[in-house]
């Protein structure tokens, strides 16, 4: 089986991405849409695509089975629901929604619909995570207490360059973004692992200093003026996940922009860039090398501006060797990756959650559980850390 898919948006995310779906055996045609019809046809040229559409009404008009939102992250959740409605399959970059009534609407419309919605988290599929899910279900953790996780992914670093590319003349006002509306490489990291999910939390949100018009409520389109945010959750099964969202920090993200931690009553785990431990009441075993991959960014990400040529190759290619590559299709391997090897694997989970009516592993349900909880921190920040309840959808209903 095989359905065609359509593109929102040829930016630098996206890119990628179209090479991949172009790739899968699953899919028979790729078109792609954006607000610069050049960009569109750039790409469609650059990725061998099958053409492009006017603009998103066009393309939710034609007889495209599938879309995939690519466009700025604070417009997700609408142009789901529109998809959606107009009988499209949905994968969609993360976040899902910026708001708990454009989640909500959207897993209304799923319910209503019986289509596929895919949200593209990265760290559901990052070696981390990928191990602590087994270590998990081998029982070695024992009860998992206590979990973090950080996106630390500076402003220096990629941020700035991109906001300009997709901004144009006031950039700025977008580039104010929350962190905390932005949640889910930390916490799908933590929460792809384990069987929880988050029920209250109280954050505490950093005040910006550059003074440069980024991060200035004066200027931002969101009242925004945190660069950094520290959240402490407290989960379904009585543990705790902290999750740190920084957008000012010292630290080399294009090596490894997220990082996790679990502690149980009989081991644990820690990462930082380049080191992986698993350790128990006796010894420190590095895993470094069980959890490597060059692929720790997008091929488009502009970060890379920061990575001399000759290493560029290095960081967009590969998978770690926790992963289960023999699931991949052939016609993947040696193809661009990123964000540590996640990006194969979020496109064959895609594909195969179409073509074959099942659940994906990132489904509606667990993207709620993933960025609903990051959206209501922000509300305990702009209040000064109040401790806040965190709404939850359940579980996916069954033959959803």
């Keep these: 089986m095989s359905f065609s898919i359509g593109l929102v948006g040829a930016g630098q ?53 599938a879309v995939a939102i690519f466009t700025q992250r ?30 909500a609407d959207i897993i209304a419309t799923v ?40 996106y630390v992914h500076d402003m220096d670093l990629g941020f700035y360059a991109a906001y300009k590319y997709s901004g144009g003349e006031d950039w700025k006002k977008t580039a104010s973004y929350p962190p905390m509306l932005y949640p889910t490489h930390a916490i799908g990291g933590v929460l792809g ?69 679990y502690f149980g009553t009989e081991a644990s785990f820690e990462q930082l860039a380049h080191i992986s431990v698993w350790q128990d009441k006796e010894k420190v075993h590095d895993v470094s090398e069980e959890l490597e991959t060059s692929a720790t960014m997008s091929a488009d990400d502009p970060a890379l501006a920061h990575v001399a040529p000759e290493l560029r190759d290095a960081f967009i290619s590969g998978h770690a060797p926790v992963h289960d590559v023999k699931r991949l299709p052939k016609e993947l391997n040696g193809a661009p990756n990123g964000h540590e090897g996640s990006h194969h694997f979020l496109v064959d989970d895609f594909v195969t959650a179409v073509n074959e009516r099942s659940l994906p592993p990132v489904n509606a349900w667990v993207a709620a559980r993933f960025t609903l909880p990051g959206i209501v921190a922000h509300q305990s920040a702009n209040r000064g850390g109040e401790r806040l309840d965190v709404p939850d959808f359940g579980d996916a209903p069954d033959g959803q």
């Excluded at 417009?75 to 708990?100: C, D, F, N, W």
């Excluded at 910006?208 to 402490?232: I, P, Y």
């Design 111 to 150: 319910k209503e619909t019986g289509l596929t919605y895919m949200m593209g988290e990265t760290s559901y599929y990052n070696p981390a995570t990928v191990y602590a899910r087994h270590k998990l279900s081998t029982g070695e953790f024992g009860r998992v207490f206590y979990s973090e996780g950080d």
């Design 13 to 65: 995310f996206a890119g990628q991405f179209a090479k991949l779906f172009k790739l899968h055996p699953g899919v028979s045609k790729v078109l792609v849409t954006d607000f610069e019809q050049k960009r569109a046809e750039d790409l469609t040229a650059r990725a061998g695509l099958d053409g492009t559409v006017k603009d998103f009404e066009a393309l939710l008009a034609s007889d495209v089975e």
């Design 193 to 261: 692992a384990l069987p929880s999910h988050a029920v209250s939390v109280s954050c505490i949100g950093v005040k910006d200093e550059r003074g440069d018009g980024v991060f200035d409520k004066d200027v931002s389109m969101f009242g925004n003026d945190f660069s950094n945010a520290t959240a402490m959750f407290e989960l379904s099964d009585g543990g705790v996940m902290r999750t740190n969202e920084m957008r000012r920090v010292g630290y080399p993200s294009h090596l490894r922009e997220s990082r996790f931690r």
């Design 74 to 103: 604070w417009t997700h959740g609408p142009l789901v629901v529109q998809a959606l409605r107009a009988g499209k399959h949905v994968y969609s970059a993360v976040p899902m929604a910026i708001s708990e009534e454009e989640i």
